[in-house]
């Protein structure tokens, strides 16, 4: 299962907000059914890379990660308990993935191009350089650009079709604001700004916020799905356009930004015990 971005996230309210667009299911998926559609799907995989985000969790705060040394590790292997991490998810699922929607993704996924397309994503997930993901990316993307391709729109319709509701900037920026809170809280830094203050400065930040998000995303992309043709990306895109595969990527998108929004709230209090405070 892909996503728009794995290293974001979306506030409990935002969450709450999405659930309560997604109609109850008349007939919710049983537990044994849900651990299937997780694997099916990939989305097991997309739960435990939200990991990977710690990463960028010191730089956000203005410290050197690698003073830190092997405490660094240990902490973030405490806080992004994969256990954990599935054990929330499949509990969440268990109330609010009708067996309708259930159905419609696992038979995509199940299928030849779903298995190809949840291998690829699977290991692009996993991967721990970022950055140098991204750099190859954005070089597929130049080629294709350079080459006139019509692969760089249809990969934008799949990313469209992704976050279909724009949610993805709102969730990078509460990230980083609950983020701040709860560091400066913890005395992590002393923070000079309140919370009204931090979302004012970064709606001033918007419009480039939302370009480098979706650059971002559009190199992901290009790397993640390089081996596949122009007609499996048309066919993916058309396959996240439908309804019910909204209503799943609706609801799943809300669940994994809600467990690095908590995740990231636990780290900062945590981080206190590792790092003396710093001004910011």
């Known amino acids: 299962m892909t996503y728009l971005t794995h290293r974001i996230a979306l506030p409990f309210s935002l969450l709450l907000l999405a659930l309560s667009l ?34 960028s ?38 109330q609010t993935l009708s067996d309708d929607a259930l159905n419609h993704a696992v038979e995509f996924y199940a299928s030849d191009l779903g298995q190809r397309l949840v291998e690829a994503e699977n290991t692009s997930h996993m991967i721990e350089d970022d950055g140098a993901k991204q750099l190859e990316g954005q070089e597929i993307v130049a080629d ?15 990313n469209n079709a992704i976050d279909s509701s724009g949610t993805a900037l709102r969730a990078l920026q509460e990230i980083q604001i609950r983020f701040l809170l709860a560091a400066s809280a913890s005395g ?13 400065m970064m709606k001033q930040n918007e419009t480039g916020m939302r370009q480098s998000l979706q650059l971002s995303a559009l190199a992901g992309a290009a790397y993640t799905y390089q081996d596949f043709s122009d007609a499996d990306v048309i066919s993916y895109a058309e396959a996240l356009e439908q309804p019910l595969m909204q209503e799943v990527y609706e609801l ?25 405070a710093q001004d910011i």
Do not use: C
């Open 57 to 94: 969790a010191p730089q956000m705060l203005g410290i050197d990660p690698d003073g830190f040394g092997s405490d660094w590790t240990r902490l973030t292997k405490e806080v992004f308990d994969t256990e954990d991490m599935h054990e929330t998810a499949v509990s969440i699922l268990e």
């Open 188 to 200: 992590i830094i002393e923070l000079q700004l309140g919370a009204d203050e931090l979302r004012n």
């Open 22 to 55: 997604v109609p109850l299911p008349s007939a919710a998926a049983s537990r044994d059914r849900i651990e299937a559609f997780l694997t099916t799907t990939g989305f097991d995989v997309a739960l435990e890379s939200i990991a990977l985000a710690s990463a």
């Open 144 to 158: 294709l650009i350079q080459e006139g391709s019509l692969r760089v729109e249809n990969l934008k319709r799949m």
């Open 252 to 276: 799943l998108n809300a669940i994994q930004y809600e467990i690095m929004a908590r995740k990231f709230e636990i780290l900062a209090v945590k981080m206190a015990d590792l790092h003396p």
